[in-house]
């Protein structure tokens, strides 16, 4: 047990004002509690931002300067670069439980109430006043900026239904408070704030500098406390919108993210993110496919043939990887395999995946499937040479031209059979092994064996013929 009960984890006892005084409950900013937080997990060592990855030197050390100076924040970076998750991660920097009076809608402190109903009731009940407990995770709020958000989403409006109920129009308790207020004493983020109209942006002024927020007319002035924390993508400043000077003059910190460097970070993202289940069989799925999946990434990012400015997701390479087990998912059961691994006969399933993803720049109409296709090949042959030096690669070749044979691939050949080729080809299955090691599983070895192969005709060794999804090769004359 804690030895405070607001730092409980179980949902603290305490009903009353009285009984929060007597307990010794301290109340502190947001910004304060997240900077301790913040301190705390420096200290020792804790994972600050579970799941983001590939940030530790670059990005998670400006978080951790903004948050202890106490710093609203902007995220500036391309899609997918974990600028959400890394805001909602901040609910994990505040304590497990925040008393607020009962009943209000814009967490009242116990001690500094700030809306009018708090205050008449704390003056009328005394430490008799109830109070109730909020989890961390309700203390985070979002809007994702669309041109058609108004002041009173943000802010707050007249609540026609209070005045009809007698209430004046000069009642403060007529106010229908929008997000930010509802997310008083606790963190509250704007996607993609460039899209914010720029009248709109002009209301969120007050609540970044002066920390208040006003409604039309009235002679009301909230002292929010709260962290503002948002995030937008660099074109957005010059495409669809702009963030007007004076906001951006009121952030204090802007920290720019952007895509994993390394491609083992990249791949590590997908396997945590992507959703791939058994459907009543294993699925395992080789390093070299998950890293031919993360270097087709890698390659369209550096082409100049897809469109830059619009990035290229992580999320990519995740929904690849899920629909590259799903297609060698459905192979397997209509062959009757025991485990599903994917081969490079399964790569033609992710195009579909990929179109939505990347945003091609070509001259002639209808060539993005044609440009996919060239990356793809492209990640293929970076990963066949990655595994097979070029002494095997003449020894593969000369077995071929010495036999003239022909070995055949593709999605209606079981696994078993791809052993047998090997069989008959030991510098094939040297080439094999140094894919995948001491690996005995058919599966496996027919993966390895796909991989050498299209990497063999992809560098101009063997000549290939693909008719439907079978593919035969053989020497070239």
């Known amino acids: 047990m804690a030895s405070h009960p607001w730092l409980a984890d179980p949902e603290p006892t305490i009903k009353t004002l009285g009984e929060l005084r007597e307990s010794g409950w301290v109340s502190r900013p947001v910004k304060d509690e997240i900077r301790e937080h913040t301190l705390e997990k420096i200290t020792s060592g804790e994972i600050m931002f579970p799941g983001v990855q590939g940030y530790d030197d670059t990005v998670i050390p400006q978080l951790q300067h903004a948050l202890l100076a106490k710093h609203d924040m902007v995220l500036l970076g391309e899609r997918g670069q974990a600028k959400t998750r890394i805001i909602r991660s901040l609910t994990g920097l505040m304590d497990p439980w925040m008393p607020i009076i009962a009943g209000s809608e814009i967490n009242d402190d116990p001690y500094s109430p700030v809306s009018r109903y708090a205050r008449d009731l704390v003056a009328a009940e005394g430490d008799a006043t109830a109070i109730t407990w909020v989890p961390a995770a309700d203390r985070y ?24 109920e007698g ?7 007529t106010l229908h408070y929008g997000l930010v207020p509802r997310t008083n004493r606790g963190v509250f983020a704007i996607n993609e704030l460039p899209d914010l109209a720029e009248r709109i942006q002009v209301g969120l002024l007050n609540v970044l500098e002066e920390r208040d927020v006003q409604v039309r007319g009235y002679k009301v002035r909230l002292p929010l406390d709260v962290m503002l924390v948002a995030s937008a993508n660099p074109e957005d400043y010059t495409n669809r919108g702009r963030m007007i000077t004076p906001l951006k003059d009121r952030f204090g910190a802007q920290i720019r993210t952007h895509y994993p460097y390394d491609m083992d970070i990249e791949a590590n993202v997908a396997h945590q993110e992507a959703f791939i289940p058994n459907n009543g069989l294993p699925v395992r799925i080789p390093e070299f496919m998950t890293s031919i999946i993360v270097r087709f990434t890698h390659l369209a990012r550096r082409s100049g043939q897809v469109n ?11 929904t690849n990887l899920e629909t590259l087990a799903a297609a060698a998912t459905a192979r397997s059961l209509r062959l009757g395999e025991t ?4 081969r490079i006969c399964d790569l033609d399933a992710i195009f579909p995946s990929s179109a939505g993803k990347i945003e091609i720049e070509s001259l002639d109409e209808g060539r993005d499937e044609e440009i996919l296709d060239l990356l793809l090949s492209a990640a293929i042959v970076e990963e066949f040479r990655a595994h097979i030096d070029g002494a095997l690669i003449h020894q593969i070749t000369a077995s071929f031209e010495e036999d003239d044979s022909v070995v055949s691939t593709g999605d209606d050949i079981v696994a078993a059979e791809y052993t047998s080729i090997l069989n008959s080809k030991p510098a094939l299955a040297a080439a094999v092994a140094a894919v995948i090691g001491d690996e005995t599983a058919p599966e496996m070895t027919a993966s390895a064996v796909e991989l050498v192969l299209e990497g063999m005709h992809l560098t101009k060794r063997l000549n290939k013929d693909a008719v439907g999804g079978r ?5 070239r004359y």
Request: no cysteine; charged share 25%; proline share 6%.
């Open 167 to 173: 209430r004046y129009l000069s009642d403060e308790l």
């Open 471 to 475: 593919s035969s090769f053989r020497a």
């Open 141 to 164: 709020g979002e809007k994702l900026a669309t041109p058609d958000t108004s002041i009173a989403d943000l802010i707050g409006e007249v609540d026609p239904i209070k005045v009809a």
């Open 308 to 318: 830059q400015r619009s990035g290229v997701s992580v999320r990519m390479s995740t």
């Open 339 to 342: 485990i599903v691994v994917p």
